[in-house]
């Protein structure tokens, strides 16, 4: 004779069947509070679109090299250079997300690789040029760097110490180094600073979150200021067209 459903054997099989749904829906299942990136640290706002960007926009390999070496404080750096053309699109849908007509744009685009103040404060005063840093960009081929986006990253608050009014606002797109070619040349960097008798503790390679600023309705905000532009920051997902 057939066994019923509600034999022991069946009831067992029944309770670990459920028990395992259960995990799996807890698992997989959408969040409703915020929006996860699966595998990674990266939450989304949950209101946030998803914004696009040019698929030629973080290909610099056929854009000219950019000197930045001014004798000005805190005006040399080093840089990879992008073309602006190809943020305007994303500029122009996070202005209207905003408000319209309420933020500003430096009308380029660029990933700093040496900040002024890494150079000024640290750098520079261990004898390092600003010529032999971008002789290190060069030699590591930097306008070919691979980079890819990670998500769309947005500030709006204050910062502290700091009057002004109403909020500050800021969006960058946030990138990663895929392949480690920024972080070469910054460790190039860190070796000729060591050489120099430079001391380690004062310049650390791998504190570096590589950005394009989009957008800004005062100010750029910087380490300087207590922000982070890494994963943390991340605002949006970004789509690649």
């Known amino acids: 004779m057939a066994r019923s459903f509600g034999t022991p054997v069946y009831a ?17 299942s959408t969040p409703t509070v915020t ?11 949950p209101t ?9 926009a973080l290909d610099s390999s056929k854009l000219p090299f950019a000197n930045h070496s001014t004798p000005e404080p805190y005006q040399s750096y080093l840089q990879q250079t992008l073309d602006f053309t190809h943020f ?4 122009d849908s996070v202005n209207n997300l905003s408000g319209g007509g309420i933020l500003r744009t430096r009308g380029e685009a660029h990933i700093t690789v040496i900040s002024p103040p ?29 980079i890819a986006p990670v998500c769309l990253g947005r500030f709006k608050g204050r910062v502290k110490e700091e009057e002004q009014e109403g909020e500050l606002l800021l969006f960058s797109l946030v990138v990663a180094d895929v392949y480690g070619d920024l972080m070469a040349i910054r460790r190039d ?34 380490v300087q200021d207590g922000i982070y532009k890494g994963s943390n920051y991340c605002y949006a997902p970004v789509r690649v067209v």
């Open 12 to 28: 067992t099989l029944a309770t670990i069947l459920g028990l395992c749904i259960l995990i799996f829906l807890s698992t997989y």
């Open 35 to 45: 929006r996860r990136q699966p595998g990674s640290t990266i939450i989304y706002d």
């Open 48 to 56: 946030a679109p998803t914004f696009h960007l040019s698929s030629q």
């Open 88 to 91: 305007q699109s994303l500029f």
């Open 118 to 146: 890494e150079y000024d404060m640290v750098l520079k005063p261990a004898g390092l040029t600003i010529d032999e840093i971008e002789g290190i960009g060069l030699r590591n081929k930097i306008q070919a760097a691979r």
């Open 189 to 222: 960097v860190f070796k000729l600073f060591r050489e120099r008798g430079g001391q380690g503790a004062l310049f650390q390679p791998e504190a570096f979150w590589p950005h394009v600023t989009i957008g800004y309705n005062q100010r750029d905000l910087f």
